[in-house]
């Protein structure tokens, strides 16, 4: 992989190089395929957000990090002691204030991990169907990760349901979704974040008891933090 990526930048000559997020490790890779080049500018743009400062987001050495904002900035510079970052707000250059009505609550599911177990997810979708039974009017939509879908039993017991539809990245943009929604609910997404632009609350479903030390949006009064489906 290293070696075509060296191959590939020789010839085409980019002036820079840019990257999205700069946590994986194709990230490093085009980091390591440039650093004899000084004529060539590797730019990393945060696209997203994790609970805890992980592998991926330490000892990054790109010419330069864009971050979201100061916030950001100052939890990852502890861990970051050779990168040079620079501050300018979020990433969504266009928020779109339409006269789409906001008639829903939005579910974002993130699959499972180490973190968010079956029984997590369980909850998850169990607190979507106890709206779903008690606000008839209520519109539930439900997001899949563009990289786990949710199994097709339990999606077709969502959508026996006439007021549960789903909105998935491949039919429609985060920006379609977040119009619509009163609330978004999701365990520790960065559209959490992203809500807010929307005039969106953000519902923090933490029940797998993460918490963010630096970046707790429900500490700063940004966001509901619910730890239980019954506290839901």
């Given amino acids: 992989l290293y070696e075509t990526i060296v191959s590939y930048i020789s010839k085409i000559n980019p002036k820079s190089i840019i990257i999205p997020e700069g946590n994986s490790g194709l990230s490093e890779v085009f980091n390591l395929a440039t650093e ?31 971050s979201w904002g100061r916030a950001f900035t100052l939890a990852l510079e502890p861990f970051n002691k050779k990168q040079k970052f620079m501050s300018i707000g979020s990433h ?12 829903s609550v939005s579910f974002f599911y993130q699959g499972e991990d180490l973190m968010i177990k079956k029984e997590n ?36 017991r969502l959508l026996q349901y006439k007021n549960i539809e789903f909105m998935n990245p491949s039919d429609f943009s985060l920006s379609d979704v977040l119009l619509r929604s009163k609330i978004v609910v999701s365990f520790f997404s960065t559209v959490l974040f992203e809500a807010i632009l929307y005039d969106a609350i953000p519902i923090i479903f933490n029940n797998i008891n993460i918490h963010n030390p630096v970046l707790d949006l429900a500490e700063m009064n940004m966001a509901l933090e619910v730890k239980s489906l019954n506290q839901a």
């Fill in 36 to 66: 004899m080049r000084n004529d060539i500018k590797t730019i990393c743009i945060q696209q997203g957000w994790s609970p805890f400062v992980h592998n991926g987001f330490r000892n990054m050495h790109f010419d330069l990090f864009i």
């Fill in 92 to 103: 969504i250059l266009d928020v779109k204030t339409s006269e789409t009505e906001k008639d």
């Fill in 121 to 156: 997810n369980n909850e998850f979708f169990e607190f979507a169907i106890y709206l779903t039974k008690k606000y008839k009017n209520l519109n539930i939509i439900i997001r899949e990760h563009p990289d786990h879908q949710i199994e097709s039993k339990l999606k077709r």
